[in-house]
C-alpha cells in the first residue's frame, strides 16, 4: 500500500535504501548498476563522501535564507565558479531547482530582454521536434515530445517547431554529414523568415538531444550554423544542456566541442548530482546589462531560488569533479564504452544505431535493420527492456516513441563519470542479457513472421 500517487499506478516499485558508488541498493538487498544515473542524474554516483561531508557542514550553519532577504557564500562561490568555467560571454547565474524550473527562467528572461531594450512585439520561440525542455507548461510549449503534449496541448503557448538533427533516420543516403547539418540550418532560416523574425525571442535546442530521441547528437557544423542564422536574424540562442552538460559528454559544456556560445545555457542534473535538486540558467552580459540598465531586476522568482543547501552541495560536486579529475576519466572511457557497445551490438539485428559522446550514449531498436522498421509500438519494447534490465540489476533509461512521439525504441546510457572498465564491462554483458530477454519474449509477429 502507498499514499503516493506514483508515475505508474500500476506498477509496484523497489525501495531504494542505499547507495554505494555507482550501486543503488533496494530494501531486499538487491544492487542495482546505475548506468543511467536515473535520468542523466547522478554522475559522482550515489555515497560520494566529499558531497555529504560538505551537506553536513553546511546544515549545521544554516539550510535556507530567502533570497529577497540575503545572497550565501554558497551560492555566490557556485555562480563564480560556474561562470570562470562557462563559455566566453556567459557573465551571470540564476539559480533554481531543477531543469524545468530552469528553462522557464531562460524563457521568460529572452522575453524580458527584448522589452527592455524595446522590442516588445517579439512573442514567439522556435524550437525543434522530437525534443524535451520539461514538463512545466513553458517547458512543454517549447518542446517537442508529442505524446508528453498531447493531452495539455490546449494549455500551451504557441511555438514553431522545425526538424532535429536526427541523422540516423534523417540524413538522405547521397548526402554528408556536413550537407545534411546545412540543410536543418537552411529549414530554420525559412522558418524565421516564414514566421517574421522581428516576432521571434529565441531559437531553443538541447546541444545534444536526450531522452526524446535517444542521445542525438549534432553533425559537424550544424550549431555553428545555427549560431549565425540566430545572430543574423537578431535572435537569441538559448541552449538546454539540463541532461548533456555539466561534463557528461567530455566537456563540461557540450556545446564547447561544437564551438558556439548561446545567449542563454540552461544546465541542471548533472549541477548537483541528485545530492540536491538544483538547476541554473546562465545568461550572457548582454542580457544582464539590458536588465541592469533597464528595469533594474528580473521579473521572475521562486522561494527556493539559490537554496543555500542545494547550491553547497552543487559546489562540492563541481569541485570533487575537478579534484579528482572525473572529465579526463569520461574523456578517457567514453571511447571505451562506444567500443564495448560497437563490439557486442553493432551487428545485432535489433540494434539499428548506437550514438552518443562522452559518457551519453543512446542504442536505438529495430525490428529490421536494413528498413530500419521499428516495432509495433503496442509492445512496449523499451519498457521490456528496462524490466529486464532491472532483473539484471541494471539501470538503464529506455523510452518509446523514438522518431515521432508514437514509433521507435531506444535506451539511454548516462553511467557515473567514477565508473572504470570493470563497471563498463558489466553494464554491456547486463545489457546483453536484457536484450535476449526482452526480444526474446516478443511474439513472432513482431519480427514480420507470421505466428
Ligand atoms: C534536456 C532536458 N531539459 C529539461 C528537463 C527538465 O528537467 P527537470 O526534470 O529537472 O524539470 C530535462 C529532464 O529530463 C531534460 O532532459
Known amino acids: ?47 560520494h563522501p566529499a558531497v555529504i561531508a560538505a551537506i553536513r557542514a553546511q546544515a549545521d550553519r ?42 522557464e527562467a531562460a524563457l521568460k528572461m ?52 522545425v526538424s532535429p538533427c536526427y541523422e540516423y533516420r534523417d540524413r538522405r543516403a547521397d548526402e554528408s554529414p556536413e550537407a545534411y547539418g546545412q540543410r536543418l540550418v537552411a529549414e530554420l532560416d525559412e522558418t524565421l523568415r516564414r514566421v517574421g523574425p522581428e516576432r521571434v525571442i529565441a531559437f531553443v535546442a538541447e546541444t545534444v538531444g536526450g531522452a526524446t ?31 548533456c552538460g555539466m561534463g557528461r559528454t567530455g566537456t563540461l559544456y557540450a556545446c564547447e566541442q561544437d564551438r558556439v556560445t548561446p545567449d542563454i545555457v540552461v544546465i541542471a542534473k548533472g549541477l548537483g548530482a541528485g545530492y540536491e535538486p538544483i538547476g541554473a540558467t546562465l545568461l550572457s552580459r548582454r542580457i544582464f546589462d539590458a536588465f541592469r540598465e533597464g528595469s533594474g531586476f528580473f ?48 551487428a545485432h539485428p535489433h540494434v539499428g544505431d548506437i550514438r552518443g559522446r562522452g559518457f551519453f550514449w543512446g542504442v536505438e531498436f529495430v525490428a529490421d535493420r536494413a528498413s530500419k522498421r521499428p516495432f509495433d509500438p503496442s509492445l512496449r519494447l523499451h519498457a521490456r527492456i528496462k524490466k529486464a534490465a532491472m532483473a539484471q540489476g541494471l539501470m538503464t ?17 548516462a553511467p557515473p563519470f567514477i565508473v572504470g572498465e570493470e563497471h563498463i564491462g558489466m553494464i554491456v554483458e547486463r545489457l546483453s542479457a536484457a536484450l535476449d530477454a526482452a526480444i526474446g519474449e516478443l511474439p513472432k509477429e513482431a519480427f514480420g513472421i507470421p505466428a
Open 213 to 243: 530521441a535517444g542521445v542525438v547528437t549534432p553533425v559537424p557544423g550544424y550549431l555553428r550554423g545555427v549560431r549565425e542564422v540566430c545572430d543574423r536574424h537578431g535572435i537569441l540562442l538559448i541552449l538546454d544542456e539540463v541532461m
Open 397 to 413: 533509461y529506455p523510452m518509446g516513441g523514438t522518431i515521432d512521439g508514437k514509433l521507435g525504441d531506444h535506451l539511454l546510457l
Open 110 to 161: 529572452g522575453r524580458q530582454y527584448y522589452v527592455e531594450i524595446g522590442q516588445p512585439q517579439r512573442s514567439l520561440f522556435v524550437s525543434r521536434r522530437q525534443s524535451y525542455h520539461g514538463n512545466t507548461l513553458g517547458a512543454l510549449a517549447v518542446g517537442g515530445n508529442a505524446w508528453r503534449r498531447a493531452q495539455f496541448a490546449p494549455l500551451l503557448i504557441d511555438t514553431v517547431q
Open 1 to 47: 500500500m502507498t499514499s503516493i500517487l506514483h508515475r505508474s499506478i500500476r506498477d509496484t516499485l523497489p525501495r531504494a535504501v542505499a547507495g554505494d558508488g555507482p550501486f543503488l541498493i533496494d530494501d531486499q538487498g538487491r544492487r542495482y548498476l546505475d548506468a543511467c544515473g536515473g535520468a542523466a542524474v547522478s554522475c559522482l554516483g550515489h555515497s
Open 299 to 346: 521579473q521572475h522568482g521562486h522561494t527556493y531560488l539559490g537554496h543555500v543547501l542545494a547550491c553547497t552541495a552543487a559546489l562540492e560536486v563541481q569541485r570533487t569533479i575537478e579534484r579528482e579529475n572525473l572529465l579526463e576519466n569520461v574523456r578517457r572511457l567514453g571511447p571505451r564504452l562506444e567500443a564495448r557497445l560497437r563490439e557486442r551490438f553493432a
Open 62 to 103: 544554516l539550510c535556507y535564507a530567502h533570497t529577497s532577504f540575503f545572497s550565501s557564500e554558497p551560492a555566490e562561490a557556485l555562480a563564480d565558479h560556474l561562470v570562470a568555467r562557462a563559455p566566453q560571454g556567459l557573465s551571470h547565474v540564476y539559480f533554481v531547482s531543477g531543469g524545468s524550473e530552469a528553462i
